[in-house]
Nanobody, 123 residues
């Protein structure tokens, strides 16, 4: 499956952004799909995932501020980001795999990646 992420930009601290990831798959609910981010000089970090069965997980640093969702009709995964902080600045990537992995927070577990979209939060 091919993934195309978009929606990044420059926002002030406390603001909001919504990222989108369009998949070439007909039904994205057949995939486990998630978001990772990578800040300059840091490793790629797990942000959130929505499982095939609809279960959702978040990284500790974004719980209560970010919301992941998906819409099968347009094969799009979303990440609504509220109350953004300077430390949220990173390139955000969408990712997918066909089967569930208990190590879902590890980037190496994913077979498909989007190209990334840059989010910059000014303080």
């Amino acid at each position: 499956v091919q993934l195309q992420a978009s929606g990044g930009g420059l926002v002030q601290a406390g603001g909001s952004l919504r990222l989108s990831c369009v998949a070439s798959a007909r039904r994205i609910s057949n995939y486990n799909m998630g978001w990772f981010r990578q800040a300059p000089g840091k490793e790629r970090e797990f942000v959130s995932i929505i499982r095939e069965n609809g279960a959702i997980y978040y990284g500790n640093s974004v719980k209560g501020r970010f919301t992941i969702s998906r819409y099968n009709n347009n094969s799009t995964l979303y990440l609504q980001m509220n109350n953004l902080k300077a430390e949220d600045t990173a390139v955000y990537y969408c990712a997918a795999r066909t089967t569930w992995s208990v190590a879902y927070w590890m980037p190496s577990q994913y077979d498909y990646w989007g190209q990334g979209t840059l989010v910059t939060v000014s303080s």
